[in-house]
């Protein structure tokens, strides 16, 4: 006797060929991990009570429509036929089969089995989504620019603060951590002496001349020991909110060379995250054009171009790359586009086969040296571009 073998959320059951079924085994208690772990070619007690039913029934050959559970019935010792075919036809007729085989009671019961299932499916997935490494390097990056606007913005009022008592400092400590940790360490301006700076780390002997020299001939207000501990706390947290970003930063690059390791070896950690956190993840960077890459980061500029028939821009986020911002203007766009093709090269390499590359860097650099050798001089038409957009510029004024 043949029978077909039928499995589904609720558990298996075993039907003749009139459709009438032979035998059923519910899932017992998880329902949802059971099932997984059956369709994954993972044997449960259950299985192994359906084999043994069809055993004691007489059934000499079993109508199998699930590939993955074919090495379980094989290994119990079923003889069996496979027939993927069969298994879409179960599915259109899943919820007559599951009552006809008494794994359910109603078709309520089969609605409430199957809701559950795909709210836990659901919460699987999100959970794996939210796992994802690049998701996890799109929040550091937008952490290290948040806090890169917070330090300053706090940085600019230390020195506007600070400013009222010793505005001299600002023209000798050009650097505003170090402004701040003077700030911080040595507090009011008659402390400005050479035996105290000398105790502070990363000043040379000039500049410790300098500052002292400065804070003797001050024009500055008096403040007093009440007035300068607030300006003084905020010093040190601008301190404090630096470093966090620098071990913000660090974390991006470790975690930059595990998703991306090519796109960070061409564009650095930081730009190839910012690319990432664009484009909203590593699969959706590695699907984009060259040409979409090297405007990302500059979609207003682009969008308000097409309206108003205007130059597009050459370049978004890359523009913060050493090798665009470091060449002549003429040469700029036609780096970006080099750097921009290159750069989605590697995302497909680190995203789909996740290889390392190391003639991708190396033939941007060669690709660079090539245009500069090539355009040492901006061309005819690009300065009478310049000249255009000058006299543009004249008539609005």
């Not at 019961?109 to 796992?131: G, M, N, T, Y």
């Not at 400005?192 to 990363?202: C, I, P, R, S």
């Not at 650095?268 to 699969?283: C, E, V």
Request: proline share 3%; hydrophobic share 40%; net charge positive.
């Amino acid at each position: 006797m043949k029978a077909k073998l039928f499995v589904c959320e609720a558990g298996l059951a075993l039907f003749d060929d009139s459709g009438n079924a032979i035998a059923s085994a519910r899932f017992q208690e998880d329902m949802y991990g059971k099932y997984n772990r059956l369709m994954q070619g993972q044997d449960v007690q259950e299985l192994s009570l359906i084999v043994e039913q069809a055993k004691g029934s007489g059934i000499s050959e079993l109508i199998n429509p699930y590939p993955e559970i074919q090495k379980l019935l094989e290994q119990a010792g079923v003889a069996t036929v496979l027939a993927e075919n069969e298994r879409e036809r179960q599915q259109q007729e899943k919820e007559e089969l599951m009552i006809r085989a008494g794994l359910v009671y109603s078709r309520e019961e089969v609605l409430d089995i199957v809701r559950e299932f795909s709210i836990r499916k659901s919460e699987e997935r999100i959970r794996e989504k939210s796992a994802r490494l690049d998701l996890q390097v799109i929040q550091s990056i937008a952490a290290v620019d948040e806090l890169d606007k917070v330090v300053n913005l706090m940085f600019a009022r230390v020195r506007e603060w600070f400013g009222l008592h010793f505005p001299e400092l600002e023209s000798v400590v050009e650097d505003p951590l170090a402004y701040c940790r003077l700030v911080s360490s040595v507090g009011l301006r008659s402390n400005f002496t050479e035996a105290v700076l000398k105790e502070v780390q990363g000043l040379s002997a000039e500049r410790v001349s300098k500052i002292a020299s400065a804070a003797e001939r001050s024009n500055g207000g008096e403040f007093t020991d009440e007035d300068i501990a607030p300006v003084k706390e905020l010093a040190e947290q601008t301190i404090n909110l630096a470093k966090t970003r620098d071990r913000l930063m660090k974390h991006v690059e470790k975690n930059m060379k595990k998703v991306a390791p090519n796109v960070s070896a061409i564009a650095g950690a930081a730009i190839g995250a910012r690319l990432m956190a664009k484009a909203g993840g590593m699969d959706r960077l590695a699907r984009l054009p060259s040409s979409t890459i090297q405007v990302l980061g500059a979609e207003k500029a682009l969008f308000r171009a097409l309206k108003s028939g205007g130059r597009p821009p050459k370049h978004g986020i890359l523009f913060q790359h050493n090798l665009i911002h470091s060449a002549s203007p003429w040469q700029r766009g036609k780096v970006a586009r080099v750097l921009a093709s290159k750069i989605a090269l590697a995302a497909r390499l680190d995203y789909f086969r996740g290889e390392i590359d190391e003639n991708l860097a190396k033939q941007v650099l060669q690709k660079v040296e090539e245009i500069k050798r090539k355009y040492p001089k901006p061309r005819e038409k690009e300065q009478s571009g310049r000249e255009r957009e000058r006299e543009r510029w004249k008539r609005r004024r």
